[in-house]
């Protein structure tokens, strides 16, 4: 069965903003081998809009190896974009979702292939609410943003993570990987 893995970047203040960040050349190597990896990607309109810009590097590449391997990448890799207001999507590789999050992440769990990344904050508060999250990977950068929006903002109950390992980039950046534990609990 695949698994459904969650990766975003968060500041340490816990603002989730794609814009915000160290970026470099090990953060692209790393979220290229996490692609890579992958089968299918799941973003929500927001985070989809803002990808688009990698299509600009198949093109017009940049003089930066990482970004242009990164691009490639993403350009290749099945995703899946959930949206009320779009219509097309403008990439080849990309198809609107004709059903609910929930109902598509069932489904997908049970084909054969890769993993299933996720990496929109509105799916991923969605999976995470339905306990429908199998991994998740916290890219987290040493910088306090002060204002913005934060990643956990919206969850209803505690959700208890266990450590799996971590990952530390030179810049300071560290990846933590969990997993949902198996005890939930709605008592705050």
């Known amino acids: ?70 691009a490639f990448s993403i350009d290749k890799i099945e995703k899946v974009i959930f949206s009320n207001t779009l219509k097309e999507t403008g990439w080849d590789t990309a198809k609107i979702a004709n059903r609910p999050l929930e109902e598509t992440i069932i489904e997908l769990k049970q084909q054969a ?12 508060i969605q999976l995470l609410n339905s306990n429908l999250i199998d ?10 943003e002060g204002k913005g929006l934060r990643l956990f903002d919206q969850i209803k109950d505690w959700i208890i993570f266990k450590l ?5 980039l030179n810049s300071g950046v560290t990846i933590m990987y969990y997993e949902p534990s198996s005890e939930r609990t709605t008592n705050r």
Not at 113 to 124: E, F, K, N, W
Not at 135 to 144: D, G, M, N, W
Request: hydrophobic letters at 40%.
């Open 1 to 70: 069965m695949r698994k459904v893995i969650a990766a975003i970047n968060m500041t340490l203040d816990g603002v989730c903003d794609h814009t915000v960040g160290i970026v470099d050349e090990n953060l692209h190597q790393h979220y290229s081998d996490l692609v890579n990896n992958a089968g299918v990607m799941l973003y929500g309109r927001t985070t989809y809009q803002l990808m688009q810009f990698w299509q600009t590097l198949l093109t017009n590449p940049s003089d930066k190896k990482s970004m242009n391997d990164f």
């Open 113 to 124: 292939g890769q993993d299933i990344l996720i990496g929109s904050r509105s799916l991923i």
């Open 135 to 144: 991994e998740f990977q916290i890219c987290i950068h040493p910088i306090v």
């Open 164 to 168: 799996i390992k971590t990952k530390t």
